[in-house]
T-cell receptor, first 111, second 113 residues
Framework: KAGVTQTPRYLIKTRGQQVTLSCSPISGHRSVSWYQQTPGQGLQFLFEYFSETQRNKGNFPGRFSGRQFSNSRSEMNVSTLELGDSALYLC??????????FGPGTRLTVL | ELKVEQNPLFLSMQEEKNYTIYCNYSTTSDRLYWYRQDPGKSLESLFVLLSNGAVKQEGRLMASLDTKARLSTLHITAAVHDLSATYFCAALLRDNYGQNFVFGPGTRLSVLP
């Protein structure tokens, strides 16, 4: 079974731009969560989607948004990028409360 | 506040030694997860602990869960260099908005020859 895939793997943007990251979960997994990982803040939960509905949201500004499609693929969007948005963005999928399986991540650098 | 703490944050150990990483969480949870992350890589699932008293072992790693104490441990037996990585615990915690995976800060383990 294929794992969680994320595209792109690396991204360089400048301040003020916006970015869209994509995540394809493991087949059959309907829950997709997004995390931001930085050296200073560690792993922080962004949001979770289940069956196209946002089920839970972390403490991030409204510039961070996401959506999920009917095939469970998910996208997250960050608008008006700031230097502090530079991070590894991880996507994870799961079935119910079973373990999460993480994708390889997208490393975003904001210049 | 939903919080997961780990102790220690940094651990440098010699090969063949034993050590334990501790994970405390702030509210009731009966599901605790352990992950490993190598530098520059994503997270790899190690264990899922689903009930009080649960114990799981894989190779030189053994994890346990005490839900009454809100404590999980990851015990390393006879460490080898290949175990060098950052280890995260995560608890499935519930607040007014639903349930959420909350990660600890991670324990960076270095196994020295």
């Amino acid at each position: 079974k294929a794992g969680v895939t994320q595209t792109p793997r690396y991204l360089i943007k400048t301040r003020g731009q916006q970015v869209t990251l994509s995540c394809s979960p493991i087949s059959g997994h309907r829950s997709v969560s997004w995390y931001q990982q930085t050296p200073g803040q560690g792993l922080q939960f962004l949001f979770e989607y289940f069956s196209e509905t946002q089920r839970n949201k972390g403490n991030f500004p409204g510039r961070f948004s996401g959506r999920q499609f009917s095939n469970s693929r998910s996208e997250m969007n960050v608008s008006t990028l700031e230097l502090g948005d530079s991070a590894l963005y991880l996507c994870a999928s799961r079935i119910a409360t079973d373990t999460q399986y993480f994708g390889p991540g997208t490393r975003l650098t904001v210049l | 506040e939903l919080k997961v703490e780990q102790n220690p944050l940094f651990l440098s150990m010699q090969e063949e030694k034993n050590y334990t990483i501790y994970c405390n969480y702030s509210t009731t949870s009966d599901r605790l997860y352990w992950y490993r992350q190598d530098p520059g890589k994503s997270l790899e699932s190690l264990f899922v602990l689903l009930s009080n008293g649960a114990v799981k072992q894989e190779g030189r790693l053994m994890a346990s869960l005490d839900t009454k104490a809100r404590l999980s441990t990851l015990h390393i037996t006879a460490a080898v260099h290949d175990l060098s990585a950052t280890y995260f615990c995560a608890a499935l915690l519930r607040d007014n908005y639903g349930q959420n995976f909350v990660f600890g800060p991670g324990t960076r383990l270095s196994v020295l020859p």
